[in-house]
């Protein structure tokens, strides 16, 4: 009897832990304090940019329509009115703080002016993507040759040339040009692309 009590405990608290899903991540204005870029799940990218703002002279409004009409032209370019979508622009402390949703990472650079691109490991060999020879393992620090990096064909590869944090909604397994954080966060490197490669 306290064998199957135990079974039944043992089972329930897999059935439990294999529903646990890793939160997903939000910026908000509030605890925005660099820029910020998260790749989600769906390939949707959330961007925090931060900018000092103190100026008697500056105004929000102002600010707000510049952006709009620059996002409401880029998007019209793309054919598309969701491109690009303003979450949110505020002042925190003396910082202006503006949060953007790209429908990818590719719109992000584009709208930007940057190197950004994601795409899943099986599609690279289509690609002229020029990536490091070698990688840091995320959970123990070492080296690895580019294609111990590259071997699960179900992780996702990131390539940036900005100045930014870097999240995902996933779990990093190799980095290269960069800082590790933790396993869902960098900071990319101040010069050169920086390239992480993640478990969705």
Avoid at 36 to 41: E, F, P, W
């Amino acid at each position: 009897m306290k064998k199957k009590i135990l079974y039944t405990i043992l089972a329930l608290a897999l059935i439990l832990l294999a529903g646990c899903k890793r939160k997903d991540i939000k910026l908000n204005t509030k605890d925005a304090e660099v820029n910020t870029v998260v790749i989600k799940r769906d390939g949707t990218v959330q961007a925090a940019t931060v900018e000092e703002f103190s100026k008697e002279y500056y105004s929000l409004d102002a600010l707000n329509n510049f952006i709009t009409k620059e996002i409401n032209k880029f998007n019209k370019s793309l054919g598309s009115e969701t491109a690009i979508t303003i979450d949110s622009l505020e002042m925190n402390g003396e910082t202006a703080v503006l949060i953007l949703t790209y429908q990818n990472l590719d719109t992000y650079g584009a709208f930007n002016k940057v190197e950004a691109v994601t795409m899943g490991l099986d599609a690279l060999s289509g690609s002229n993507l020029v990536l490091p020879d070698v990688f840091v393992k995320e959970d123990n620090g070492s080296y690895v040759k580019k294609e111990e990096a590259l071997k699960n064909e179900k992780y996702k590869v990131v390539m940036i040339n900005d100045s930014v944090d870097l999240m995902v909604e996933g779990t990093i397994k190799y980095y290269a040009n960069c800082i590790l954080v933790n396993s869902r966060t960098i900071q990319t490197a101040p010069e050169g692309a920086s390239v992480i490669v993640y478990k969705p």
